[in-house]
């Protein structure tokens, strides 16, 4: 196993795509899951507190380590097992989600979840349940996780498989391979009726499966991942249509959302897989790159699946365009796949953009990852982005507006316009609660984003997920400071 002690060996491990900053006192690479469990058990018995580190493109601080050491997955890298017949995987948690859906499209099968940024490994993507433009129609990680390997805190091991461990009510009773037994009390919330990946997953009777899916390594290290496959679509297109008015890109976007809710025929056979919105100050910002965006407007990007037998359906896609007043001649389509990577490139190039300019700034982006009910979007992002603009804050909107999630992000010039911007997003946060939406739909709460949880739950639940966590982690070592402060912990004991 290598082990990185030399702070200039390992600097690439204290960050991630956030810019948040931490330091450890060395780096571990365990290349099988068994030199995984006797780290822990180590690192258990000493109490040292282990970060656990995918490929560090979280935007939450979440895999940055405040003390104690790394552990990182990215020698747990390989393919275990595909079952073509039963459409099945099975992998391990440090493989390259691009890696992994290249690996099964060459098998014409189909992994969805599609969080933008490709290069982050699969078993982070369990760890915070991420989502993304194709989640409108497949859902998120947690939809096609059907079995976890986990090493938990204590240095014992648990295998899950979905539909096998339920909780009685609130209560789960479980065993693990070295037959500790354990009992845990789910805390008892509502959570939000839209996309979310804020704090721990909690139902009634729920399986055991879930609450490690987004709990972002508080609970365990995951060793190995099963995942359901789907069959691959024999063509898809991907489109970007530019609007001059923003009004009628958003009714647009309502327009499909609802067509592809209602799963008819004909016209009404329309079914978008993802939906994603871009402002013009998005548009501005990306120009320099692409000129050959159309001055003065915004777009909506979609992906749409076809069969053979399908083509009336770009028929149908262009009259819907046409009605909502956006000239089909600007638009992109990409029937290719070498056309259809240029767009993905373009869609990934505002998020990483934005991230690269306030770095080299020198400061923290402020982005919201706020999802409302489809009810009060609409009527939610005018709010939003009012007040942005009544206090003068450079920002950009794009997001996955068929989710009803808008990413506003604020271009703070200075500390104390980053002061100004972190106000703001309080406020935007708080008004996303109101409305019985999330404060963080796929980017988790990690380090950054926990006095938002706090918000969203008050501090009665945030005790209770605390509470939950010691019951497994007694000595408070794994990812400490995820989704909670670590004084919740110290509350419980
Ligand atoms: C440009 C850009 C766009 C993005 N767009 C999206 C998007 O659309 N949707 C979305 O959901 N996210 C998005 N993200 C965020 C990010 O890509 C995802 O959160 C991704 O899942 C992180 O993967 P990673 O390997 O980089 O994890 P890291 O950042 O290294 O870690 C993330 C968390 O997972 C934990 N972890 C890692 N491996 C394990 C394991 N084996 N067991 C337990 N815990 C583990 C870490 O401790 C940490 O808490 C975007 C990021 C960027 C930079």
């Known amino acids: 196993m290598i082990v990185k002690k030399n702070p200039d060996e390992f600097q690439n491990y204290l960050s991630d795509s956030s810019n948040y900053k931490g330091t450890a006192d060395a780096v571990y690479l365990p290349e099988t899951e068994s030199e995984m469990l006797e780290l822990v058990k180590k690192f258990n018995s000493d109490k040292v507190k282990i970060t656990i580190s995918g490929n560090g493109t979280g935007l939450t601080g979440s895999r940055v380590p405040e003390g104690g050491v790394v552990i990182s997955t990215e020698k747990l890298n390989k393919v275990i097992e595909l079952n073509e017949g039963k459409k099945q995987l099975r992998v391990q948690p440090g493989m390259i989600l691009k890696e992994l859906q290249d690996y099964v499209e060459a098998k014409k099968l189909f992994y969805p979840p599609d969080p933008t940024e490709r290069n982050c490994f699969i078993g982070a993507t369990v760890a915070t349940n991420s989502s993304g433009s194709r989640s409108f129609k ?21 295998s899950i498989e979905r539909g096998k461990i339920f909780a009685s009510s609130y209560t789960f009773s479980f065993s693990t391979e070295q037959e500790t037994r354990h009992k845990i009390i789910i805390p008892q919330f509502d959570m939000p009726n839209t996309k979310n990946a804020a704090g721990f997953y909690c139902r009634e009777n729920m399986d055991l499966i879930d609450l490690f899916i987004g709990s972002e390594g508080t609970l365990g290290i995951i060793t190995e991942i099963k995942l359901k496959l789907l069959p691959l679509a024999e063509k898809i297109f991907s489109c970007v249509v530019f609007f ?3 009004e009628n890109a958003l009714s647009f ?63 149908a896609w262009l009259k819907l365009i046409n009605r909502h007043g956006a000239d089909a001649d600007k638009t ?17 190039a505002i998020s990483s953009k934005v ?57 703070p010039k200075d500390q104390d316009d980053f002061v100004k911007a972190k106000k703001i997003y309080s406020q935007i946060c708080s008004e996303a609660v109101h409305r019985k939406g999330t404060v963080s ?23 209770q997920m605390a509470r939950l966590k010691i019951v497994l982690d007694p000595n408070g070592i794994m990812n400490i400071g995820n989704i909670f402060e670590e004084k919740y912990l110290h509350m419980c004991v």
């Open 332 to 348: 992109w389509l990409a029937v290719g796949k070498k056309e259809q990577e240029k767009i993905k490139d373009f869609r990934h």
């Open 244 to 246: 001059d008015d923003e």
């Open 441 to 463: 739909a796929e980017h988790g709460i990690g380090k950054m984003k926990r006095e938002y949880l706090l918000m969203m739950y008050g501090e009665s639940v945030v005790r």
């Open 253 to 315: 976007i309502d327009n499909a959302r609802s067509i592809t809710k209602f799963d008819g025929t004909g016209e009404r056979k329309i079914s978008a897989r993802g939906l994603d919105y871009f402002d013009k100050r998005a548009l501005d910002f990306l120009r320099p790159d692409y000129p050959a965006i159309p001055e003065n407007s915004c777009a909506v990007w979609f992906e749409q699946e076809l069969t053979a037998n399908d083509d009336n359906l770009t028929e």
């Open 138 to 158: 497949y859902g998120s990680t947690r939809d096609y996780v059907i079995g976890i390997r986990v090493v938990l805190p204590l240095g014992d091991i648990i």
């Open 355 to 411: 991230n690269d300019v306030v770095a080299r700034r020198g400061l923290r982006k402020v982005g919201t990852d706020v999802a409302v009910p489809e009810e009060t979007f609409r009527f939610f992002y005018r709010w939003m982005v009012d007040l942005v603009g009544r206090n003068n804050m450079d920002y950009v909107v794009y997001g996955h507006f068929g989710d009803c999630h808008p990413h506003l992000n604020i271009l």
